[in-house]
Every structure is written in C-alpha cells, then in structure tokens.
C-alpha cells in the first residue's frame, strides 16, 4: 500500500450502488448532478462537517443541502452516520458554508491511495544470465496436499480454525478497488461468501481496476481454499519451480461473510469512502476494514472525515481496522490508523513466498532456510500526534492473495512470469491490515459461542488482540504490542481469566449481598459464606507472604478481593479453554504444548516495571497487588503444576492443602 499523494478533483459525480451475484439492487445516497453552469467551471469537491452531531444527520444536513443547491451546488451526498454532506461548489459557497455557525468544518474531497506494490514493478528486471539457484524443499504443495499461506501459520490460525473457530457468522467489510466476487474461491457451499458488492465509484462495479487490493483484502479475510495454484506457472522463468508446487488460498475467517465496497481505482475519492463506512453501518457490518491512509493533518480534528465516519462505526458496535501505511518504521504512522478507538496494524514478514519466487535474492543468497515474524522495512511506524504507537503487527510481506486472468478488467493481475494469473504475491500493510480484521472476525465468533450470542465491543475485541500479540523483543514504536496470535489457548489464557475475574465479583463477598434482581439481601448460606471465608484467609496468608521489597510485604486482606477474583478467572477460563477443544487434542506450538500456552498467556498478561517509589505506593495503598504478584494466581491451579512439572521443593511449589479452591 502506499500513502496518498494528494489529489484535488472532480467527483465521480452521482454514486451508483449496483449489487451483484446474488445481492440484492439497492440505492446510492441522494445526488443532484446538474448541469454546470459557468460558474461551476471553478467548482470543487468538499466534504461538510457539522457541529451539532447530536441530532439526527438528516434534519441537521436538510437545511444547508437545500442552500448548496440553490447556490448551484452539484453532486451532493447526504450521509446518515455522521452529520456531514459533500457536494461540488464554487470557492465562493464554499467559503459560505465555512462560515456558517452550523459547521465545523469544509474539507476538500481529497484522493486516498489504496494500490499496494504489485508484481509488474518487478517484470521489468533482468533475467539473471544463470539460473537464479534451486528452491528451498518445503516450499511446495502437492495436488492432494497443498500448502496454506504461510500468514495462517505464522498467526497461529490454523489452530483456531481446527477448534472450529473460522468467523462463522460474522460479517466482514472492506473498502477498496474492485474485484470478481464469482471467483471460485469466493464461493462456499454453492453460496457467494458476499452478502454484497457495491460501487461507490460511480464507475460501475466491473469497469477496468488495478484488482490487486480487493483481491488481496478479501483473501486475507475468508478466501474458502477450494482451488489449487501451481507456482510454477507464476514464477520468472529464471526462478524455476518444479511443476505441481501447489498451494492453495485460504483467508484468516474463512467462515466469515463479507461486504465488498469499491470506492475507485488506484485512488479513492474521500467522499466514497464515506459512503462506503455508511453503507457497512447500515448493512450489518460487525467489522470494516481500511488498507489506506488519509494523513489528514492534525489527526484529531473534524477535518479528519474518515476518523468521524470510523468513531461512528465503533459507536456502533463495529471493530475498525486500519493498516498504519508502507513508509518505514520511524514516524511515518497516519491517520486513520492512529486513531484510539480502530485497531491499527503494522507489518511483519513471511519469508516463505520469497524463497518460493526467488523474489530478493532469496535463493542464490540464501542457505534455503528462512526466519519469518520480524518487523518489514516498509511497515509504518513511529509515534502520532497523541503520543500512540501501532497497536500490533500482522504478516504483510508477502503473502499469496487470489486474483484473475482477465487483465483487461483487472491490470494488476500477473503474475513473475509476465503473464495474466489467477493468484498475486500480496504484501505490505495493506495486508497486515485485513489479516488483522480476519482475527477478528475469529474472536467475535468465540466470545458469540460462549457469551449466548453477545458480540464483544471494539474496544474489546482491540484488547484480546493487543493483550495476547507476541512479544518481538522489538521496540513498541515498531511492533506495538507485538506480533498477532489467533491460538485460542493464549486467547483464554490472557483474556478468559480477564473476563472470568470480572463475572466473579458477582460471586463474591460483595456480590453476596444483591440478590439476582440487584435487592441488597444476602443469598449465600451459612456454610457458603463460612467456606468463602476460610478460603479467603487462606489466600490472604499467601499473598502477605509476598515481599516485594525488603521488609515491605502484601497486605493480603487489602488485596483480598481482587486476589479472590484472579483465582476464580483463571479457573473459569482453563475450564472453558477444555471445553473448547471439544475432546480433541490440542497441537504443540514452538515447543509448547497447549496447556503451557495457556499458562504463559496469562502470565504475559501482568508484565510490568515499576520504578521503587511507585512499587512502594502500589504495596500500601492499592486494592490490586503488583503484577508480577499477580501472575503467580497460577499457584493455586493444579493444571499448572501438571503443565510445567513443578515438583515439591521447587520455589513456587504449593502443597495440595495450601492451593485456594473458591468455587
């Protein structure tokens, strides 16, 4: 993906929403393309923003559309999530409007670029005049086994997706050029995965297109893995690959439906990504995805048209994700992706592809084997305005995404090989980005199964991703909070104890006292609360053995409720983790099983620093005892002394009789 450069001009004039293949005909946003007059000659396209958002955008928008027509205004559209229009005007209305008490602010209707790099930037170069080396073994597939995308290895969604986690029932947005939703690998059981396909272009939905966003995007998120590829035919005839090294394209939620929204070519006009945002709030979208940036600048502001649309999707319950832009790691990172409330993704690599393609020297300067999960050199970066960091890293470089061989409609469509090819070599953020929404959609199909059919938040679903992301020893302005991990042993580890520990309060010496229609009256028994109480004095003795400073222990009765609440998360989230296995066993991950995963996820949860003062203050007057102290909840749960093999003698060994069993 690169940033945008920054375009002024017309809009495409009235936005046409066609639907295709099995989606239903439906009607663009209002528009008025009048004639133009000879003062229309000087016209721009503006996006308006008013300042009463409070009320409903279509009484707030009424008045102010009426003036803009009048004055001659052309190519208005009316937005229904955000108090906001845009239209076409002379300089002198818009200067009208701008200064008129009712809006906040009168933005130029800018071009955002959505085009990746692509594979002709390679055609170009110069077969070497020998063979450029012999591919690794393991890079190829076989006609009945083929290989998955590495992304879905090294994201650990395979795992998910064997527990029968694939984004089942959720729905998927994205908004980029254009794509054939009739692609083979778009269909599922007979079905199209699109609920719809809309052009807000207002160049119709198979005019000619780049391809290779769309195409990539919804790769990413649910390609279905019903064809087989043979690299051999995508390769430059320098980078021989053996003929059958098959693979197939399978997305990160290939359970997931989706929303295809094209919003231009190369470049997107900003008011057709407006439309686009408003058309997933209004169409069900539980997740939309953004590979592109606006760079508006400062990024907090209402000129920031994109930022309010997405602020209005969260509101609505919809987790947005951004890629952070492909402009390198140090201070490049822009909006939208620095806003607080989507969750912005960066990009790591995957190797596999280059050894595959001899892409980069990969195979005459390398050894045949790779290590992928560092940061690219092309993954923005870098500290916003707000002082924030990229939330997280996903692969972006490079993975396999589906395309077409109809480059006469899809031009971005080849392969090495110089030829049309129905599969691309897709990188950057901009595919970080919809690797990310396709997790997504995976935990809020986990948190639906176990929660009765509620759907986490975004800011929830934002902290299951960043809490359990894997450290890269690298620094945050660079992986955030690390490296994307789908594995739902880390997910129930780090995040079910998080959820368990919070329903326990309801359970608790507190929650004793409100009865289930929130009447303060006492429900426990006798013997109940007699039991709690001895199980709390026992767990308060141990966590006034703790010492986190000479001669400064734990208070274990100050801290008692919140260490009552961490035993019972974290015994209510291994249970639920067993539950969902189903039976079956779960696979060892870099040499760790999956029980010790679940373990070292909760852990990871409480890692800290603090400086003496402020671990002093922590001790004395804080209800919550010092993270690390925290972590060693594990203690009391004898699935941990079976997972790691901690014997009697051993430091943190607790006899049977000492670990604390609450419910």
Known sequence: MRRPQYVIGLSAGASILCALASAATVSAATSSPGPPGPAAQAASPVIVVLNNQAASPASAESPLISQVKAAGGTHVIGYSSVASFAATVTPAEAATLAANPAVASVVPDQKVSVAPPTASQFLAAPAPASPGGSAASGV???????????????????????????????????????????????????KSIFKSYVDFSGNGPSTQTGGEEAFGDASMIAAQGNQTYDLSNYVNAAYPLPKNCDIKIEGMAPGASLIGLKAGGELLANSSILQSIDYAITHGANVINESFGANVYSDNNARDTIQLFDDAAVRHGITVTVSTGDAGISGTQGSPSTDPNVISAGASTDFQSYEQTGYAGARPFSNGKWVSGNISALSSGGISQRGQVPDLVAPGEADWALCSTNTAIFTECAGYSGKPSPIVLFGGTSEASPVTAGAAALVIQAFREYHHGVSPSPALVKQFLTSTAGDLGLPAPEQGSGLLNAD???????????????????????????????????????ADMDHFKAEAKKLADQYSTYEPLPGLHINGEQTSVEDIADVAGLATAWDAYRLSLRGQPAPVIDGFTAEQRFFLGFAQNFRGKYREAALRRQVVTAILPPTPYRALTVRNLDAWYSAFGVKPGQKLYLAPANRVTIW
Do not use: M
């Open 140 to 190: 190829c597939g076989t006609p009945s086994k083929p290989l998955l995308p590495e992304d879905l290895i090294t994201t650990h969604a395979v795992q998910a997706h064997a527990q029968g986690i694939t984004g089942a029932g959720v729905t998927v947005a994205w908004i980029a050029d254009g794509l054939d939703p009739n692609n083979p690998d778009f269909i599922r059981a007979g």
């Open 488 to 526: 739902a042993a880390v997910n129930y580890g780090a995040l079910g104890a998080g959820l368990g520990h919070e329903v326990s309060h309801g359970f608790d010496a507190d929650g004793a006292l409100f009865d289930a229609n929130g009447n303060l009256e006492n429900w426990w028994t006798k």
